[in-house]
């Protein structure tokens, strides 16, 4: 099933798929942040979604060094693209929008968990914590049958029918 939805000119994304996506979202650790740099040239790297922080008005939160490479481009090219994926459950998500850079100690602090001294052993305080924050503007997701059962029904009815299974759901939600 293909759904498309569009906001914009007053109008709300369809919750039902906003909630589907943030479930697909929340349920990989990982995403790979796309950044563009001044020659053109596209530089993906992972990054851990603060899951914790929710997705409720479609901004995503993530933790950075306030001087690395990634925050020297989105400072100068502010459009980003996330890509989420789940081979095991086969959903597959791709996110874009404008990120920015947030030094803002009380909410820095606010997001902060534990498992962040891994990577910032001085804590929530250390100059070099700060947050980028992604507004989506746009999303879409793949949800495909996973089972090795339904791949083997897909797989004979291609053969008797020549015809592809339900490839399953998917949805363009335009946020803004």
């Known amino acids: 099933m293909v759904h498309s939805t569009?906001?914009?000119h007053g109008h709300?994304?369809?919750q039902g798929d906003v909630k589907k996506l943030w479930e697909m979202m929340k349920g990989v650790q990982v995403a790979m942040m796309t950044t563009l740099d001044d020659n053109g040239r596209m530089n993906s790297r992972p990054m851990a979604t603060l899951s914790h922080a929710g997705f409720e008005d479609g901004t995503l939160w993530f933790f950075t060094r306030a001087h690395s490479e990634k925050v020297a481009e989105i400072d100068r090219h502010w459009r980003v693209n996330l890509a989420y994926a789940n081979p095991d459950k086969q959903d597959y998500v791709s996110v874009s929008g404008v990120a920015e850079v947030v030094r803002d100690r009380d909410k820095i602090r606010f997001l902060w968990r534990d498992i962040m001294t891994?990577?910032?052993?001085?804590g929530p305080d250390d100059p070099e914590v700060a947050l980028l924050k992604v507004s989506v503007d746009q999303a879409e997701y793949?949800?495909?049958?996973s089972s090795t059962m339904v791949y083997a029904y897909g797989y004979?009815?291609?053969?008797?029918?020549g015809q592809s299974p339900d490839?399953?759901?998917h949805a363009k939600i335009a946020f803004q």
Do not use: C
């Open 12 to 14: 709300s994304p369809d």
């Open 142 to 145: 793949w949800d495909s049958p």
């Open 118 to 122: 891994t990577w910032f052993p001085q």
């Open 156 to 161: 004979v009815k291609a053969k008797l029918t």
């Open 167 to 169: 490839p399953g759901d």
């Open 6 to 8: 569009t906001a914009g």
